[in-house]
């Protein structure tokens, strides 16, 4: 596991920006916020997407036009600001049928795309201050999901208390990279729990520790100012 201790939020999300626009392959995005700054740069650094599929490492289950639709968010700050032709492959969650569907269906989707042991060549995620992550909630079920590649979360431990899909553990503990990116005082916390020597395993974070892939955590100094060296 690397941390990488960055000076502010902005250099975060351009250190963030610099590893995804050089992504290939298929990449899991993050949802939330502190992405949005990342993938508007990430466009700026690269104009050619052709080659990538984008996939979400979780989705809160609503329609695309919602602004608490991660697929809205990564639609306005990324693939807007690219030109038609150059647009990655973007595989959206089915939110037209019930969750438990569109989690089967997207989770079906991956592995037919990733083949049985394959895994994404990157995937970016957040930490939420309860340590849950995509969304994995501490002390749900679907933490422990071993088997589907992705869950339904009927009951989303955080805001937005929507319904949401999200892909599993062993999903990004397969991937090839996986980056956190972690800003603000409000995540010390849970950043400590997710990555701190011994880590608390309550903390759904830390529990992604990919194999033979890399973990690299991007961290402003606020957010890492209570993870001891
Ligand atoms: C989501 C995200 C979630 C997010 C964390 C941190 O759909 O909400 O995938 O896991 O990464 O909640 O969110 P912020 O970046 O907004 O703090």
């Keep these: 596991m690397?941390?990488?201790?960055?000076?502010?939020?902005?250099?975060?999300a351009q250190r963030a920006a610099e590893l995804l626009a050089a992504a290939t392959g298929h990449v899991a995005?993050?949802?939330?916020?502190?992405p949005k700054r990342t993938y508007a740069l990430a466009?700026?650094?690269?104009?050619?997407?052709?080659?990538?599929?984008?996939?979400?490492g979780d989705e809160r289950h609503l329609p695309l036009t919602y602004p608490d639709s991660n697929a809205c968010m990564v639609r306005e700050e990324l693939l807007t600001r690219l030109s038609r032709e150059n647009v990655p492959r973007f595989e959206l969650v089915d939110t037209g049928c019930d969750v438990e569907g569109a989690a089967a269906d997207y989770g079906r989707r991956l592995?037919?795309?990733?083949g049985d042991d394959g895994g994404l060549d990157l995937a970016l995620m957040g930490?939420?201050?309860?340590?849950?992550?995509?969304?994995?909630?501490?002390?749900k079920p679907e933490?422990?999901?071993?088997?589907h590649w992705a869950a339904a979360v009927p009951e989303a431990g955080m805001e937005p208390h929507v319904p949401r899909v999200t892909l599993t553990l062993p999903v990004f503990n397969r991937a090839k990279l996986v980056v956190f990116l972690v800003a603000g005082e409000d995540k010390a916390e849970a950043m400590a729990r997710a990555f701190g020597d011994p880590p608390d395993t309550t903390s759904p974070a830390a529990l992604?520790?990919?194999?033979?892939?890399?973990l690299l955590v991007l961290a402003d100094e606020a957010a890492a100012s209570r993870l001891t060296a």
């Design 2 to 12: 690397n941390v990488e201790v960055l000076a502010d939020k902005e250099a975060v």
């Design 29 to 34: 995005l993050a949802g939330g916020s502190t």
């Design 43 to 56: 466009a700026e650094r690269r104009s050619d997407w052709r080659g990538v599929t984008l996939w979400l």
């Design 111 to 114: 592995r037919a795309a990733l």
């Design 127 to 139: 930490l939420g201050p309860d340590g849950h992550t995509a969304s994995l909630f501490p002390g």
């Design 143 to 147: 933490v422990g999901e071993d088997h």
């Design 208 to 214: 992604v520790r990919p194999a033979p892939g890399t």
